[in-house]
Every structure is written in structure tokens, then in C-alpha cells.
């Protein structure tokens, strides 16, 4: 048997290889909408679109089996006059090379196992987005759970939950959730029987088809829903949209049977026994709303593929069967009057404990997963979005195409901007008619309801809100923004939000920069007074909240950032932007405190160019950090990052560090420090005073601290005021100073609490150091240090 069906396989793809581009073209439009001759079924022209030859053949075997696919080849060949062809392959059956005995019934029962089967081999693997031909991913080793919720949450707990970070915003995540699964999705609640109909709803991203196929994988494997469900079907609402002729509801089932000849009658006789999964429902380009004269109601009737796929969400066809349908928020108003007795189902994302586990099964290996997962901790803002799987598979993506490359992952990892440009093309990349010429307007429109967000400090928004801005198009609304319904006094209102503050102002940012559409560029400036206003208000005390939005702003003008929304967005980035940012630092950091002085240096790191970064940094005279400055690695790294662009001659200086202070437990600091010392160390930084005061350095990070002073040549003034260096931190100072490539000329303020007799003169500077000027009046240093100075 296996041997006829690879003969059948090699003759159809025989004949399609004989035919030229422009017929096979034409033989795949003629399959996709004839009338064939005594076949029930037709194979839909979404399928056939973008099928090549061995696409087209292995469709006609799965269609129709073997012996009718060679009868359906042969009259489409005759339809479109390639009569000669259609010939051969008659003479080929006449002479019996393809039986014409048609294949055996099978049992319901055997068949039952045999979908299951197939339904498995369909379902254990996914693509990735950015997957080479004949890449795959086993769906079981990458899948993790996703916090859900059954309960509507209260408003204010919405608001807190969007604009909370970190672990505060997991930890809110985590109260909210329900203990509930998906296989108690149709386990019965305390007022009413077993729903029949599931909504599982959530913004981009989330995880909502990856969740409809783990359940189609998970059932066919006995893990869900064992004993309640003969069947479960899978349908692409994506696919639908493409289908323009009419179809029956046994056709859309009939993609996900292995064989033509399925029992038909046998899976129809008992529907409460049928779990159809409508996966994107928000993705239709009909309404779901209509009379019951649009409706039908025999599974096996032919109506437009909108009337059929209404009909089963209404449940006029199969009344009884179970659904469980996948949507954004933005359809469930539209939802709401179709469905009967619904249970409304809430994806969450991931817990923190979730996105951990979701790095080590993406990395497979776990010095990896747990170096990859300890940046992104220590980035607040990257690990906050680690919610949305989207994002974590994004992060992952990127950080394991560095490791494979052997860099370092602290040094080089991407900036918050690029993974929130990573996260914003990647959802226009699956929905791609929001940009459609005519509809960017709109897409601005949705960055300035953004701003004015911003600027107000409003994070929801009501629908009034989007009608002054223009928001009409329901492909904006529902892709960026996440509607949620409260409960106000007697009544329910709807509010919109966008999926975390942190997106909002990134939309913020994004309304700054970007030029009016292309074809009115020529008719308007981009409008500068806009960009001074925020950042002069950031400047001031009390306006926090406007921090991110700025880093953005730095990020977003970045030239591969200015080239990439060019060609996602369709937009021009106004270049004269940058200058008003340097006029700005110019202007204001010499008056600023240290903290203020640090949130700059958090936005030269956003924007990661060599040039803009150095002309700020000569802006800074003397760059002053205190602990609060360097709570993390990240933070460490960013200020790193900028000493390797002081070009100027400027001065260093760092308080305060307590490292027995609650900031400091565990000993952490010493993974902080190094980073920032890696910025010291390097050869284009023009550093030439370091001042540490009050710095109680560990001996780890001191020995790397004096390392600095051989290897930066531009340093001439070290000033340790009321730093205890200890007995290892002398040594390894005066180790530095004897060095040939030390060239430091004023050691200031070096100071012990405690005698050290056990100081080996012979390691302590001479007279051949370069110091002009010891100033010791609080040294307690034993007598001998530096008596040849």
C-alpha cells in the first residue's frame, strides 16, 4: 500500500513539474473554486496561494487520497486545456500503475485513533518568526504557562498593575491570578452548569494561539479533556479570511482529517462530543452580528464561509458541541451579543517564576538561561515586559544570536528602545493591513493619544478619548489596545488601555519624532518646541514620570532606529531632533544633581551612538555618582558605557558606597563594580581625576579599581578621602603606583582604621613613581609607606 501511494506521489508531481509557471498558475487558481466533477470537497484558495508544486501535491493527497487526486488532476488539467498532459495521466491509470479501487472504510473507531495521530504530528512543532526553511521548535519543550484569570478586576487595580515594574508589577500579576488551569476551563462555577462556550481573551502577543495549539496537542495525546471530547477541530480565522468561496462546516473540518473518507456521520451524531478551537476571532473581516435568515444550520450545507463560521459561534449548527474561541479584547462587545452563557477567560502572561523557566527551555542549557535571564532581571524595564511571551522571545532571540557569536552578553546586550522597536514591528508583521497606505494617520493619531496620556498622567482611556484623536480604525484599536470592562456604580464602562504603561510612553516618544505621513512631508515641519517643552519639564523637580518617555525619545534617534521605522511605519524621522537634545544636556547638566546627571547618562545609553555620545559627554565637566546610582548591574554598565566617551579632560567621582548597607546584601556589588571599572579602563576614556569618597571597597573590587590606574594613562589625580582601603587595598595601591604605565601625579585623602604591620615595605612606591603630591593629613599608613616621597 505504501508503495502505491509513493507511485501516486511521484506521477502527480511528475505532471505539475511538466507544466510552465504561468499554467501551474492557472491549474492552482482552476483547483481552488471548480465545481469538480462528484467531489464533496475543494481545496481553498488560501492554501493554494503560496504553494509551490510539492505544496500543490501533497494538498490534492490529503484532499481527496490518492486514487481521486489523480481523477481531480486529471480534469483540472483538461479545464485548462493542457489536454496532453491530462492524457498521460489517464493512459498511466488505464494501464493500471494507479489502482482505481477505492479505499477501504474505516471503523469510527479506528479512525478516531488515526486523527489523533495525525492531529499530533500537526501540532508538535511551531515556527519561530524569524525561522529558516526546515527550522521547527517542539512545541511541548518550549510551551510555558501562562497566569490566567476568571474574575474581572477592579479599575483601580488595572491602573496599578499597568504602571507598576519589576517584581511589584509580577507580584501584583500573581494576586490577581486564579488557580485555575485550562483544563478547568469547562469544569462548572458556582452559579451555573458546564459552560459550552470559553472566550480566552488577551492583547498581542500574549500567548493565545500557542495556547489553542498546546490544547489541540495536549488532547491528542490524552492529557486534556480525556473522555469529554471525541474530537477537537482547529480553525484559523486568519485562513477564513482568505476562503471567498462557499463552503460547509464538513469543509472547514475537513482540513484537520488525514483522509477523505472520514466517518462523517459517526463524529456528527454525538456534537456534544466536538470541541471546535476558533483561534483570532478578532481577525475577521465580517461581523459575527447578523438575522437568523443569514444563518445555517445543517453542518453539510454550503454558505459563505462568513454565514457557516457564524452560524457555529451562534450555535445554530451543533447547538450542543463545545467552543473555545481566542480573541483581543477590542471583539468582545461584538462577542458579547452572539454567544450564549459564555465564560470569559483573562491571559495574563507569565509570572516571574514563568519567565525564568521560559528562558531555560528556550536556551536548553543552563549556564546560558541563567546568564541571560540575570541581565534582563537587572534591566527593571526589559524584565517588567517579560510578561508578554512575545517579548521573551524576542529577548531570548537576540541574546542567544550574541552568544553564538561569543559576546559578551552584559556589554553588548540591546537597549530597552530596540526591544520595544523589536516588539512593535513584530506585531505589524502579523498585522500587516494597520499600515496599509491611507491608515498611518491613524497610527499617529495613536502615538499623540499616547503623549497627551503621558502629559496628563491618564493610562485609561475612554471612548471619547479615541474619538478626539481620530481612532476609528479597529485594526489600531484592537492590535495596541487592550479594552477592559469595570463595573461603576449600576452600570459597566469599557476602558482602553495600552498593554503596560511602559508601551504607552514608548507610543509617547514615537509622537515626537515621527514626520507627518509621506505624501503631506513636503507641507509641514516637525515641529522642535514640542521636544524642548518635555525635556525642559524633565529637567524639573517632581516630573519622574515623564523619565522613560525621554530615554525613548534618545533611543528612537538612533540611526538603525530612525531606519527601521522608516521602513516598518512608513515614516520620516525628524534628524534636527538630536541637536535640540545636545542644546538641552549643554544647557542644563551643569546644575543638576547627581541624579538627575545619572538619568542622562541612562539616555546616552538609549541612543548608543559613538559621535552624539561623546559631544554630550564633553557637555559634562565632572561626573558625579553616588550609591543610589548603582543599585544594579545594568546601571553599572550604563555609566560605564559613557566614561569609555569622556573626551574632554573630566573628573570622576563616586560617594558613599557602603557596601555593608542593606543596598549591598550578599556581596552583589562586586558584580556591579567591575562593569563601571571596565569603563574606566578604557583607553578612550579621558578621565583625569578619579575621586572616591567614602568608599568602603571590598578587596575584590579594589584590586580591579587599581588595575585602572596602569591601564588609563590619562588619570593624574586619585583622591580616596575617607576610603578605607584596608591591608589588601594598600598593597594593591602602592602595587599600582610603582608600575612603569601609572602616571598618576596627586594621590589625595588614602586612610586605614586600623595599623598594618605586616605592609612589606618592599612593595610600597619609591621615588621613581610619578606622584609630585601626597596630601595625608588623615593617612594612618605605617610610617615607612611613603617616607621616600
Known amino acids: 500500500m505504501g508503495n502505491k501511494s509513493s507511485r501516486i506521489s511521484d506521477l502527480l508531481l511528475l505532471v505539475l513539474d511538466d507544466l510552465s509557471q ?12 471548480s465545481d469538480l466533477e462528484g467531489k464533496r470537497f475543494i481545496i481553498p484558495r488560501s492554501r493554494l496561494e503560496n504553494a509551490d508544486r510539492v505544496d500543490t501535491k501533497n494538498l490534492l493527497l490529503k484532499c481527496y487520497g490518492g486514487d481521486d487526486a489523480i481523477d481531480v488532476t486529471i480534469q483540472v488539467l483538461s479545464d485548462i486545456n493542457q489536454k496532453e498532459s491530462a492524457a498521460k495521466l489517464r493512459k498511466e491509470k488505464e ?20 486523527y489523533r495521530e495525525y492531529v499530533w504530528e500537526e501540532y508538535q512543532v511551531i515556527q519561530d518568526k524569524n525561522a529558516l526553511l526546515g527550522q521547527w521548535v517542539n512545541l511541548n519543550r518550549r510551551y510555558t504557562q501562562l497566569l490566567i484569570i476568571q474574575k474581572h478586576c477592579l479599575l483601580e487595580e488595572k491602573q496599578h498593575e499597568i504602571m507598576s515594574t519589576g517584581r511589584k508589577h509580577a507580584n501584583m ?33 500574549i500567548g493565545k494561539t500557542m495556547t489553542a495549539r498546546k490544547i489541540m496537542l495536549d488532547w491528542a495525546v490524552g492529557k486534556l479533556y480525556q473522555g469529554k471530547f471525541d474530537y477537537a477541530f482547529y480553525i484559523n480565522c486568519r485562513e477564513i479570511n482568505l476562503m471567498t468561496e462557499q463552503q460547509s462546516l464538513i469543509d472547514l473540518i475537513f482540513w484537520n482529517c488525514p483522509e477523505r473518507n472520514a466517518p462523517l456521520e459517526d463524529i456528527f451524531a454525538n456534537p456534544e462530543r466536538l470541541l471546535f478551537i476558533i483561534d483570532g476571532l478578532d481577525e ?63 491571559i495574563l502572561g507569565f509570572s516571574e517564576k514563568d519567565r525564568e523557566e521560559y ?61 520595544y522597536m523589536f516588539y512593535l514591528t513584530s506585531l505589524l508583521r502579523d498585522h500587516s493591513p494597520v499600515l496599509e497606505r491611507g491608515k498611518q494617520k491613524h497610527f499617529q493619531n495613536l502615538c499623540l493619544l499616547a503623549r497627551e496620556g503621558v502629559l496628563t498622567r491618564k493610562i485609561l482611556f475612554e471612548e471619547d478619548d479615541l474619538q478626539k484623536h481620530g481612532l476609528k480604525e479597529a485594526d489600531i484599536r ?55 517643552k518635555l525635556l525642559k519639564d524633565f529637567g524639573e523637580g517632581g516630573n519622574e514620570y515623564l523619565v522613560l518617555t525621554v530615554r525613548f525619545l534618545f533611543g528612537l534617534l538612533n540611526e538603525k532606529r ?32 547627581c541624579q538627575k546627571q545619572s538619568e542622562i547618562f541612562s539616555c546616552l545609553y538609549e541612543i548608543q551612538e559613538e559621535e552624539f555620545v561623546g559631544k554630550a559627554m564633553d557637555c559634562i565637566p565632572e561626573i558625579k555618582l553616588y550609591d543610589n546610582c548603582l543599585g544594579n548591574a545594568f546601571n553599572s554598565l550604563v555609566i560605564s558605557f559613557c566614561l569609555r566617551h569622556c573626551r574632554k579632560e573630566q573628573s570622576f567621582h563616586l560617594g558613599y558606597l557602603l557596601f555593608l548597607s542593606s543596598l549591598y546584601f550578599n556581596g552583589r556589588v562586586d558584580e556591579n563594580l567591575p562593569l563601571l571599572f571596565e569603563g574606566l579602563k578604557d583607553p578612550r576614556c579621558n578621565v583625569r581625576e578619579i575621586c572616591f569618597k567614602r568608599c568602603n571597597l571590598r578587596a575584590a573590587s579594589f584590586e580591579i579599581l587599581t588595575s585602572v590606574l596602569t591601564m588609563n594613562q590619562h588619570i593624574r589625580e586619585f583622591n580616596l578621602q575617607q576610603s578605607d582601603l584596608g591591608e589588601v587595598g594598600v598593597i594593591k595601591l602602592c602595587q599600582a603606583l610603582k608600575h612603569p604605565n601609572c602616571k598618576l601625579q596627586t594621590l589625595r585623602g588614602c586612610w586605614t582604621n586600623r595599623a598594618l604591620p605586616n605592609v612589606d615595605a618592599s612593595r610600597l612606591p619609591t621615588a621613581g613613581t610619578q606622584l609630585a603630591w601626597l596630601q595625608s593629613h588623615c593617612c594612618l599608613l605605617c610610617e615607612s609607606c611613603f617616607c621616600s616621597l
Open 478 to 532: 484592537s492590535l495596541f489596545l487592550h479594552k477592559k470592562l469595570f463595573q461603576q456604580d449600576i452600570d459597566c464602562q469599557s476602558a482602553y488601555s495600552f498593554i503596560h504603561l511602559s508601551f504607552q510612553e514608548f507610543f509617547a516618544a514615537l509622537s515626537y519624532v515621527l514626520e507627518e505621513i509621506p505624501e503631506m512631508a513636503d507641507k509641514s515641519d516637525c515641529s522642535y518646541e514640542d521636544v524642548r
Open 22 to 33: 504561468e499554467d501551474f498558475k492557472r491549474f492552482k487558481d482552476k483547483l481552488s473554486y
Open 562 to 593: 530612525k531606519k527601521t521605522i522608516e521602513k516598518s511605519l512608513g515614516y520620516k524621522i525628524c534628524s534636527e531632533t538630536k541637536q535640540v537634545l545636545l542644546d538641552w544636556i549643554e544647557a542644563e547638566v551643569a546644575s543638576k544633581s
Open 359 to 419: 528562558f531555560h527551555k528556550y536556551f536548553g542549557n543552563e549556564r546560558q538561561a541563567v546568564q541571560a535571564f540575570g541581565v534582563v532581571k537587572a534591566n527593571e524595564m526589559l524584565f517588567t515586559m517579560c510578561f508578554v511571551p512575545i517579548v521573551c522571545w524576542i529577548i531570548c532571540t537576540v541574546m542567544k544570536q550574541q552568544m553564538d557569536r561569543g559576546e559578551d552578553l552584559v556589554q553588548t546586550s540591546k537597549t530597552t528602545t530596540c526591544v
Open 284 to 346: 475577521l473581516k465580517f461581523s459575527l452580528e447578523s438575522n437568523e435568515e443569514h444563518l445555517c444550520f445543517d453542518p453539510s450545507q454550503k454558505k459563505p464561509v462568513k454565514v457557516v463560521l457564524r452560524s457555529l459561534v451562534r450555535k445554530s449548527i451543533l447547538p450542543k458541541s463545545y467552543l473555545i474561541i481566542t480573541t483581543r479584547p477590542i471583539a468582545l462587545e461584538q462577542l458579547q451579543k452572539c454567544l450564549k452563557y459564555p465564560r470569559y477567560i483573562e
Open 173 to 205: 500579576m500573581g494576586k490577581q491570578a486564579s488557580p485555575g488551569s485550562i483544563a478547568a476551563l469547562f469544569d462548572p462555577d458556582d452559579n451555573r452548569v458546564n459552560p459550552r462556550t470559553v472566550v480566552l481573551q488577551g492583547p498581542a502577543g
Open 95 to 114: 494501464k493500471g500503475l494507479v489502482s482505481g479501487q477505492k479505499a477501504l472504510e474505516i471503523s469510527p473507531k479506528d479512525y478516531r485513533i488515526k
